[in-house]
């Protein structure tokens, strides 16, 4: 039996572009920083109003019922859209933003391709964390495909192209030693890349 608590925002402010929470937000996770500094997980389960959703809980239990003042949503939902491409890399689970973030993407934690937590519960970034990036162009362009090759990640937008790679070959592949750097200024189509040879 699972257990539902009502999650109950103080107001609308900051909560997608201060429409407060929507339908469609409904399987969303949100990110709460509980009395104890440790982060825990909830899944929306249920709109009730722009500032009051029901959750269920999605690992251990909070210690109090204080009022939680940081927090965060999760980047997928129905509201921001959903990832339309995605890749492997170094056991990861990578995947792009949806259209609320479309120069972004994310690396899975190592080895749980389902798990995206950036820290762990004390907010320390672990080497298996997950990773979170946004592209650093001049101009927003959404990510149009991802493929992988001893380069490391390849990235294709509508106006340029990336390389995401490790910083030092000798270390592995962390949030500490990953960067992404531009590589062409072609652009791309929405068509998977084709790879010939190298």
């Known amino acids: 039996e699972q257990n539902y608590t009502t999650v109950t925002a103080s107001s609308v402010t900051g909560i997608n572009k201060d429409q407060g929470f929507l339908p469609t937000d409904?399987?969303?996770l949100i990110r709460m920083k509980a009395s104890d500094n440790a982060w825990r997980a909830m899944r929306i389960n249920a709109w009730v109003s722009a500032t009051e959703v029901r959750c269920t809980l999605e690992g251990e239990p909070f210690p109090d019922l204080r009022e939680i003042k940081q927090w965060r949503l999760g980047y997928w939902s129905d509201t921001t859209g959903w990832?339309?491409?995605?890749e492997w890399l170094g056991d990861r689970l990578v995947l792009n933003g949806g259209f609320e973030y479309p120069d972004m993407f994310a690396l899975s934690e190592t080895g749980r391709?389902?798990?995206?937590?950036?820290?762990?519960?004390n907010g320390t970034v672990l080497d298996d964390s997950a990773m979170v990036?946004?592209?650093n162009a001049r101009k927003l362009s959404p990510i149009r495909w991802l493929a992988s090759d001893e380069k490391g990640?390849?990235?294709g937008t509508g106006s340029t192209e990336w390389v995401g790679r490790r910083v030092r070959e000798s270390e592995g592949l962390t949030a500490r030693n990953f960067e992404v750097v531009q590589s062409t200024s072609r652009g791309s189509a929405d068509v998977e890349p084709v790879k010939i040879d190298r």
């Not at 990832?83 to 995605?86: L, M």
């Open 83 to 86: 990832p339309t491409c995605g």
């Open 153 to 155: 990640l390849l990235i």
């Open 133 to 135: 990036f946004r592209l």
């Open 113 to 121: 391709y389902e798990a995206w937590a950036q820290t762990d519960s």
């Open 26 to 28: 409904v399987g969303r």
